[in-house]
């Protein structure tokens, strides 16, 4: 049995994010889809005295309506020195601040790539690093690309080997459960209900932000919030 997901990269995903690739045996950034905009792709959600704040990467998306995720280039490098000091500002009296900064600060201030996708690459693999989560991550295109929203996905999957492929919820809407059976391969819904609170400081528990925000706070413990990384 080999368990695969297919999902779209995103700049310093929520704890769910994490989660997903640590319940699978292959994880595949599937950034051959379209950028789109005020998504996900290129920005995230902290936690400040003042409520949730946006931190963005700015991306070249100027007369490029139908620019891939791998082909979106990052505007400028301003932005990562701005991004880092937000972090410090919110999170500098966290419990283990000093110790996800050792590993995060260069990641940030150190030249950034070039392309969103390389970016949330870098990102994803450190975040994965810390918590000890050993899923292959590979590109979607390192694979073939076939035609159609479903068919594509089941190919990618069974090209890697996989017998089980596992979605988010919001693919229901659109993902042909046919398509994968006629494979052989099985669909199953990934939930992301039921997370612990942590202690997490300024006003109501918010679920939804960066994952960040739980390294900041919970450190090595971060797994016990988690229901997948162990």
């Known amino acids: 049995m080999k368990k695969v997901a297919i999902v779209q990269s995103n700049y310093i995903p929520w704890k769910g994010y994490f989660d997903m690739i640590a319940a699978v045996d292959e994880f595949i950034l599937y950034d051959d889809m379209q950028y789109t905009r005020r998504d996900w792709r290129n920005r ?20 490029k309506y139908h620019q891939k995720i791998r082909e979106t280039e990052i505007e400028g490098t301003e932005w990562a020195n701005l991004h880092w000091k937000s972090l410090v500002q919110n999170y500098r009296r966290a419990p283990h601040f000093e110790e996800i900064a050792v590993w995060l600060e ?50 990618l999957c069974a090209q890697a080997g996989g017998t089980e492929y596992v979605s988010g919820p919001a693919a229901k809407d659109y993902v042909d459960e046919e398509v994968f059976k006629e494979r052989g391969i099985e669909l199953t819904w990934f939930d992301y209900s039921g997370y612990t609170e942590y202690q997490q400081p300024w006003g109501e528990f918010t679920h939804g932000v960066t994952v960040l925000d739980l390294l ?10 988690m229901r997948y990384v162990r």
Request: glycine residues 4%; hydrophobic residues 30%; contains cysteine.
């Open 106 to 155: 260069p990641l940030y201030l150190n030249e950034p790539p070039n392309y969103l996708s390389q970016l949330n690459r870098r990102f994803i693999e450190a975040i994965c690093n810390y918590l000890s989560i050993q899923t292959v991550i590979s590109n979607s295109w390192d694979y073939t690309l076939v035609d159609g929203k479903t068919e594509r996905l089941a190919a």
């Open 44 to 63: 995230n959600q902290i936690k400040t005295p003042h409520g949730v704040q946006w931190l963005t990467v700015p991306v070249q998306v100027k007369g």
């Open 216 to 225: 900041f706070n919970c450190g090595k413990k971060s797994p016990s919030y």
